[in-house]
């Protein structure tokens, strides 16, 4: 898999007694993370529709940076404060970016995209 910037997206479900508990997880585990190579970022997105599911997406520069994290020794302790709020109906999908317009045209950047 190659191309440019790759957005991985998983769910989350706060526990009805436990409200705040994926804000706290996200926040929790974003800070540990600040500085991985390859991560250009993540952000948290809320339901409008159901306020109580979530939306981690995170940015990377690309499939290999986000691989080797993956792969390597500190991804899971890192991610496990987020493990057993995810959403057991929604599995976590990884997109590479192919295309992007903004509001004055196609981005283009060192990759071509």
Same mark, same amino acid.
């Given at each position: 898999?190659?191309?440019?910037?790759? %957005?991985?997206? @998983?769910?989350?479900?706060?526990?009805?007694? &436990?409200?705040?508990?994926?804000?706290?997880?996200?926040?929790? #585990?974003? $800070? /540990? @993370?600040?500085?991985?190579?390859?991560? @250009?970022?993540?952000?948290?997105?809320?339901?409008?529709?159901?306020?109580? %599911?979530?939306?981690?997406? $995170? =940015?990377?520069?690309?499939?290999?940076?986000?691989? *080797?994290? =993956?792969?390597?020794?500190?991804? /899971?302790?890192?991610?496990?404060?987020? %493990?057993?709020?995810? &959403?057991?109906?929604? %599995?976590?999908?990884?997109?590479? =970016?192919? *295309? *992007?317009? +903004?509001? &004055? +045209?196609?981005?283009?950047?060192? &990759?071509? #995209?």
């Amino acid at each position: 898999m190659t191309g440019g910037r790759v %957005r991985v997206m @998983l769910w989350a479900v706060e526990p009805a007694g &436990d409200p705040g508990a994926v804000e706290r997880a996200y926040h929790e #585990i974003s $800070s /540990k @993370l600040v500085g991985t190579p390859g991560l @250009l970022g993540n952000r948290l997105l809320r339901s409008a529709a159901e306020p109580s %599911r979530f939306a981690v997406v $995170s =940015e990377w520069t690309s499939m290999a940076e986000f691989a *080797a994290w =993956e792969s390597g020794a500190e991804h /899971k302790p890192a991610t496990s404060p987020l %493990r057993p709020l995810q &959403d057991p109906e929604m %599995r976590a999908v990884i997109y590479t =970016e192919v *295309a *992007a317009y +903004g509001p &004055d +045209g196609p981005f283009t950047g060192p &990759d071509g #995209i």
